[in-house]
């Protein structure tokens, strides 16, 4: 059998990652979008977040290293599959330091326990 090409449907391989997901490039050059309902966080903006958590304090004593770690975890969760999903990415990051700093942060609902959502 022959692809539109020409090219022996046989000879063709999918590249997929260790999810499943084809790593195949499209047409454009790009790699295939990830589906809507899905988010990912730029490393750059999951610094930022750890960088502002380095710098709160709650209930006036600064936040332990491994807590940070735990806690932008957790708001990256929320941020993507969690209860501030549908707000513009920013503003959600913005509520969710407010509410660690106000120590009202609670583990959003749907996080995996003892894992981490961050690759």
Same mark, same amino acid.
């Given at each position: 059998?022959?692809? +539109?090409?020409? &090219? !022996? $449907? ?19 050059? +790009?790699?295939?979008? +990830?589906?809507?309902? *899905? ?8 610094? =930022? ?8 304090? $709650?209930?006036?004593?600064? %936040? ?13 969760? *929320?941020?993507? @599959?969690? @209860?501030?999903?549908? %707000?513009? !990415? ?6 969710? &330091?407010?509410? &660690?700093?106000?120590?009202?942060? =609670?583990?959003?609902?749907?996080? !995996?326990?003892?894992? @981490?959502?961050?690759?």
């Amino acid at each position: 059998a022959m692809n +539109q090409a020409g &090219i !022996p $449907v046989e000879a063709i391989r999918f590249n997929r990652d260790k999810r499943g997901v084809s790593t195949e490039k499209t047409r454009r050059g +790009q790699t295939p979008e +990830q589906p809507k309902n *899905s988010l990912k966080i730029p490393k750059h903006t999951l610094n =930022r977040i750890r960088r502002r958590l380095q710098r709160c304090t $709650v209930q006036g004593e600064p %936040l332990q290293p491994k807590l940070i770690t735990t806690l932008t975890e957790q708001l990256a969760f *929320s941020v993507t @599959s969690g @209860s501030l999903k549908g %707000l513009d !990415p920013i503003k959600a990051i913005n509520i969710g &330091i407010k509410l &660690i700093r106000e120590n009202r942060w =609670r583990t959003p609902s749907g996080y !995996p326990q003892g894992g @981490s959502h961050i690759g």
